[in-house]
Nanobody, 126 residues
């Protein structure tokens, strides 16, 4: 059974940092592009960041560019999201995601995603 398990969420003050992790089990995703999305209650799930299978290319939503960094450790079957300079508009449930085909577009749609993690809550206090 394939599982993506996020961790690292929590409460942080505005301007602070958090590092999210997503550990995959049940199969290897070393040859898959991977992504982070986030969702605020009552709103659509939105793209945050993507990393290619090799880790050589990363893409970010404009709202997080320059503040968030996506990375991966293929040996550990794990991806990360380093979130710095957190803002009051960043709180959401953050999800890691793996696509059906192994490849994601630069700005992936949720319809491309086969596997989702259970999500981890990020809260930012002002």
């Amino acid at each position: 059974q394939v599982q993506l398990v996020e961790s690292g969420g929590g409460l942080v003050q505005a301007g602070g940092s958090l590092r999210l992790s997503c550990a995959a089990s049940g199969r290897t995703f070393s040859n898959y592009d991977m992504a982070w999305f986030r969702q605020v209650s009552g709103k659509d799930r939105e793209f945050v960041a993507t990393i290619t299978w090799s880790g050589g290319q990363t893409y970010y939503a404009d709202s997080v560019k320059g503040r968030f960094t996506i990375s991966r450790d293929s040996a550990k079957n794990t991806i990360y999201l380093q979130m710095d300079s957190l803002k009051p508009e960043d709180p959401a449930v953050y999800y890691c995601a793996a696509p059906f085909s192994g490849t994601l577009s630069v700005v992936p749609r949720t319809t491309q995603i086969e596997y989702w993690g259970q999500g981890t809550q990020v809260t930012v206090s002002s």
